[in-house]
């Protein structure tokens, strides 16, 4: 076990641009999982909700061992042609054998993209502004085959969003040059501004498929908090799975069935329905709300077992 202090991710909040762009710097969004790393005589990866991930990531075993030991913050994500693909990283986000890990690093390889230094040696950087932290994480040097300290996109804000659409990237996170590190708060010092939809959902049943998936997971149905934390219904997602998520989704949800819905707003069981327990939470890719609070065209993109359903946020565009 380290002996390094233990820190809870800052969490940014959706927004829009700044237009005080002098104080603030770009950060690309990387399509990946958050993973705070403990580096000192050796490596201990955790997951933003605070579970031992380090057995599924061998690649970024090189971090250790360190001296003096540190902590830092970033993003682990799988790249296709260059950019990150949270398709090619879902495979690999709840493997535990390790035969089957060994495989995946070398058909979808991992990198480690280390954006913010919280510790180092017996000192907490945390109190620092975010600009001291980037100075002090690019003078550690970290690259190597599987991790690096990704570049800044330059100002304006709005420049650093077209950029981060012309690299195919999720979007950007602005980030206050004068803010500290709030380990485990979600604050507007850290902006997140998207180009493309994604929602964290929570599965609360699935329906029976036709065709090629009769007597298999159709679709799923999916809820997401309001703003008092109860779950709502927001429809149900069809496209998106490959038959090896439709297996592995079978196989996890299956003991979770329960017979009545687990959210209020459902007078009956519509026919082929299978209600869960409200325990997994997954993402989709959406284009927009409906009038009545459902996804438009969602498409499956796989679990977050990194999430807690305290985890899901509330949507702010939702009717």
Not at 136 to 155: D, F, N, S, V, Y
Not at 222 to 242: C, I, M, Q, W
């Amino acid at each position: 076990m380290s002996g390094l202090p233990r820190y809870a991710p800052m969490l940014a909040a959706a927004g829009a641009l700044p237009v005080d762009d002098g104080r603030w710097a770009f950060e690309l969004k990387h399509d990946g999982i958050r993973a705070l790393a403990y580096v000192d005589e050796r490596l201990r990866l955790e997951s933003r909700n605070g579970n031992d991930i380090t057995a599924a990531w061998p690649e970024l075993a090189g971090l250790a061992p360190a001296e003096p030991g540190f902590v830092v913050d970033g993003e682990i994500v799988v790249q296709v042609a260059g950019r990150s693909s949270f398709r090619a990283l879902a495979p690999r986000m709840h493997q535990r054998n390790p035969a089957t890990i060994a495989a995946l690093t070398q058909t979808s390889p991992a990198t480690f993209m280390i954006f913010d230094l919280l510790h180092i040696g017996d000192r907490s950087l945390t109190g620092l502004p975010y600009t001291q932290r980037r100075e002090l994480l690019e003078l550690t040097g970290l690259a190597g085959p599987h991790w690096r300290i990704p570049g800044l996109l330059p100002g304006p804000a709005a420049d650093a969003l077209a950029a981060s659409q012309t690299l195919g990237a999720e979007g950007i996170i602005c980030k206050r040059r004068d803010s500290w590190y709030l380990s485990g708060q979600r604050s507007p010092a850290w902006t997140k501004v998207k180009n493309v939809s994604h929602q964290e959902v929570v599965v609360i049943g699935w329906k029976t498929g036709t065709g090629r998936r009769a007597g298999k997971i159709g679709s799923l149905l999916v809820a997401v908090p309001d703003d008092r934390g109860s779950l709502e219904y927001a429809g149900s997602v069809g496209t998106g799975f490959t038959a090896g998520m439709l297996a592995d989704l079978h196989e996890r949800l299956a003991p979770l069935q329960r017979p009545d819905p687990p959210i209020p707003g459902f007078r009956s069981t519509p026919a082929g329905v299978v209600w869960l327990e409200p325990h997994v939470v997954g993402e989709v890719a959406f284009t927009e709300w409906t009038g009545d609070g459902r996804l438009r065209h969602p498409s499956w993109r796989g679990l977050r077992l990194d999430r807690d359903l305290d985890d899901v946020e509330t949507p702010t565009a939702r009717p």
